[in-house]
């Protein structure tokens, strides 16, 4: 049996490893985290989360992104098994216990009889003897690797920048001004309908807020780093702001589905909400608050929001650069590098984003490489699974449209084959207005797993 190596062990190597182990094979996971930092991780564990500490929705009936938990639960995995169990409430939205997940996730990989952990820097692409290989180096590959996957592909680098939001303590927060709601009270995974802190601005704290973002002091660019794309999923609050003054009022900022009980009759007219951080209720993060302002000037724009006046942060906003291959172009169908088959990539690094995304890409590479290594078929699911549209997407389902015409993408019901929309519902009463489109996508949903079900019994192969 041909060994496994995997680089990174970031949530798409993590995964990519466990799925292989759990098939049979033998896996190499390869970390630099222990040996060498990088600009944006804390500590040395896998599966760190950089960002947010959500997974977003876990509606598998009526959203793309539940509809993907789902389907990796189902398929047993490593990652989704150690969310559920590290679950903070957030509403409708499965966030974590970064620590505790982080750590649990390790701590399984250490244990697995089938996976050996170096902690070591690969600068160089590994050699031909070291057999099928996934690189699953993330966002922040180093530079020295990267310089050798471009040598080889041949192709422009691909990059956009990921900024990374403030961290409150949440006995600083004043809640003669602020209120526990979820939006529209709905209740989801181990919350009440009360998981998020609201901050309320009126129209003159809103623009004066917003004259602050735009006017405060920025990290300085590096020459090469100017023409980066930013990723419309991740935009800092400053290039929201600089897009128009109403762009934040309809994105993280949004007033609706929310009541303030200390002004109940008054309907604020922007709201900040940060989500709950840890499994002690003490840090609160600030939902799309990601910023590329300096430091100094953090700290006095946030605290001009209202119940933030005496914040203290346990992390500030940050800026790291990520970085994608062009897929479609470079991958086969198997996420082999066409030009050298050996090599398999997973994760950020494939031109997918969002945590669950990018474990998803590992456990489909886990489970190929595991095929190959052990000499049986690999199978990838069908494409009116989320597993498959989203792999679909980045392999052969891209339009390009030329240079830098290939972005990040979230799974969503775009990416799926369509459905015949339904036009009645259990009753036989006919479907209407707005319920068209939450029949369409739970026929989507059901869809889905029922072929997901019938793929994992090996009776479905993929569309």
């Not at 977003?56 to 169990?85: F, K, P, Q, T």
């Not at 609160?284 to 590329?292: H, I, S």
């Not at 086969?332 to 997918?352: H, N, S, W, Y």
């Not at 290939?406 to 707005?434: C, H, S, W, Y």
């Amino acid at each position: 049996m041909t060994k496994i190596h995997i680089i990174g062990a970031g949530l798409a190597g993590s995964e990519a490893a466990w799925q292989a182990a759990e098939a049979g094979a033998q896996v190499t996971l390869h970390e630099m985290r222990g040996v060498r930092g990088t600009e944006a991780h804390k500590t040395d564990h896998c599966a760190e989360l950089v960002c947010s500490n959500s997974f977003r929705s876990d509606d598998h009936e009526y959203n793309a992104v539940g509809l993907l938990h789902e389907e990796m639960r189902r398929c047993g995995s490593l990652i989704l098994r150690e969310a559920d169990s590290h679950k903070l409430p957030a509403g409708g939205a499965l966030a974590v216990d970064r620590d505790g997940f982080s750590q649990a996730v390790t701590r399984a990989l250490e244990a697995h009889p089938n996976i050996t952990i170096v902690r070591e820097e690969i600068k160089r692409l590994p050699p031909e003897d070291w057999g099928p290989t996934i690189i699953a180096t993330g966002p922040l590959t180093s530079e020295s690797l990267a310089a050798e996957i471009l040598k080889l592909t041949g192709e422009d680098e691909l990059a956009f920048f990921d900024a990374i939001a403030p961290i409150v303590y949440k006995d600083s927060i004043d809640f003669s001004k602020a209120w526990f709601q979820s939006r529209y009270d709905k209740v989801g995974p181990g919350g009440d309908g009360k998981d998020y802190i609201n901050l309320p601005l009126d129209e003159d704290q809103y623009n004066a807020l917003l004259d602050a973002i735009i006017e405060g002091e920025k990290t300085d660019f590096k020459e090469w780093e100017k023409d980066t794309q930013y990723f419309d999923g991740c935009l800092p609050i400053e290039e929201m702001a600089r897009r128009g003054r109403e762009t934040l009022r309809f994105g993280p900022m949004k007033p609706v589905g929310l009541t303030n009980p200390h002004n109940p009759t008054v309907k604020p007219y922007a709201v900040v909400q940060l989500r709950q951080d840890n499994a002690l209720g003490t840090l609160y993060n600030m939902v799309g608050f990601q910023t590329k302002l300096k430091y100094g000037a953090q700290g006095d724009v946030l605290r001009m929001i209202p119940g933030l006046e005496n914040a203290r942060f346990a992390r500030l906003g940050g800026i790291h650069r990520n970085t994608f291959i062009n897929s479609p172009k470079l991958l086969d169908r198997e996420m082999r590098l066409k030009v050298r088959p050996q090599f398999r990539f997973a994760g950020q690094i494939t031109g997918v984003e969002g945590y669950l995304e990018s474990a998803a890409i590992g456990l489909l590479t886990g489970r190929l490489a595991a095929a190959e290594a052990l000499g049986t078929e690999g199978r990838l699911p069908p494409r009116t699974t989320a597993l498959g549209a989203l792999h679909h997407h980045i392999t052969e389902g891209h339009v390009d449209g030329g240079k830098g015409s290939f972005q990040p993408m979230n799974v969503n019901f775009g990416l799926f084959p369509e459905i015949e929309q339904p036009t009645k519902d259990a009753e036989g009463n006919r479907i209407k207005g707005k319920e068209k489109g939450r029949a369409r996508k739970k026929a989507m949903t059901t869809r889905a797993l029922a072929d997901l079900g019938a793929w994992l019994q090996g009776d479905l192969k993929a569309a």
